[in-house]
Each structure stands twice: as C-alpha cells, then as structure tokens.
C-alpha cells in the first residue's frame, strides 16, 4: 500500500522499472536469479534512489557439469543507492551518457525450496555493493553477508538497469 502511495504521488519522470541479473560468488553452490522492482528518486542526505523488488531464481552447482539445478528461491529485496561520482561523459555530444560510481546498498529476505545452502530454507542477507554505472545501467560487485541458521559472507554480481516510467527531455 505504502509503494503504491509513493508511486502516485511521485511525477512519472522520477520513476523506473529496476530489472537485472543477481548472483551469488563463491565455490559449489550459488544463486542465480532475476530481479524485477521499482525505483524512485530520492533525496536525503547521501542517497539519491530508493527501490523495493523481487527476487526470482534456482540454486546452481557450478561445479557440476550435467544437472547442477537444483531448488528454486523467491526474495523480497530493498535497497537505496547513493549519488553518482561522475568520471566522464561518453556517446557524442547531443546525447551523452554519464559513466561512473556509485554505492547500493541492500537488504532482501529469501525463501527456497531443496536449498543446499547451510544457512536453511530461509534467511536475509546485508549487501554493501559498489557499481560502475554507464547511463541507465550498473555493474555491482561487493560482499553480502547471509544470515540465517549460519552467518557467512559471499560476493554478489549484480548486472541492472533502470528503465524510466516516463520519456526525459534529452540533455542540451
């Protein structure tokens, strides 16, 4: 209730879809899965964007040559991201696009089925994920921290992209 008071209260062109690719690193057993949210822009202090979704996809065995799926999970996710430290422009003059760093950071909560992860069937995870962004896309990598019946640390690689819910003016 309270995303769709902030989604009709907000101008469209402050609006995105936040689709991407989300994965967990480290040896045999990882998360692979889509995320699909919704983000706003923000402005308090240092954070610049707000955004809440879902997290959608199976546990791999890397390893594995033949048959390394095995489960399925669901997340809810929340994450807030700080401004951008602007390094260059690229593309040609009349429409550029902005490269640079920025830092997410996010909080999910996950449910899976057959999960072969230590930490059970459900647990959360903090992640603090540095990203160069290229326009509209990002490319996060950091660590997440898992709790749940064990605590442990993995990387996450997260590939996204913010897709506006309205047409921007181009930059002149």
């Not at 469209?12 to 480290?26: H, I, R, V």
Request: no cysteine; glycine share 16%.
């Amino acid at each position: 209730m309270l995303v769709a008071m902030a989604a009709l209260s907000t101008p469209l062109a402050a609006q995105s879809a936040a689709l991407g690719l989300a994965a967990t690193l480290g040896n045999s057993w990882q998360v692979e899965a889509l995320d699909i949210g919704y983000r706003r822009d923000l402005h308090a202090g240092l954070f610049r964007s707000a955004a809440i979704g879902g997290r959608f996809g199976s546990f791999v065995d890397e390893g594995a040559i033949v048959g390394g799926v095995r489960g399925v999970i669901a997340g809810l996710w929340v994450s807030t991201r700080t401004g951008l430290m602007h390094l260059a422009d690229v593309g040609n003059e009349t429409n550029p696009s902005t490269f640079g760093l920025d830092l997410t950071i996010e909080a999910a909560g996950y449910t899976g089925s057959n999960s072969p992860l230590p930490q059970g069937s459900s647990w959360g995870s903090v992640s603090f994920l540095p990203g160069l962004r290229l326009g509209d896309g990002a490319l996060v990598l950091g660590p997440t921290v898992f709790f749940g019946t064990i605590t442990d640390v993995r990387g996450f690689l997260g590939l996204r992209f913010d897709l506006p819910l309205a047409r921007r003016k181009p930059h002149r």
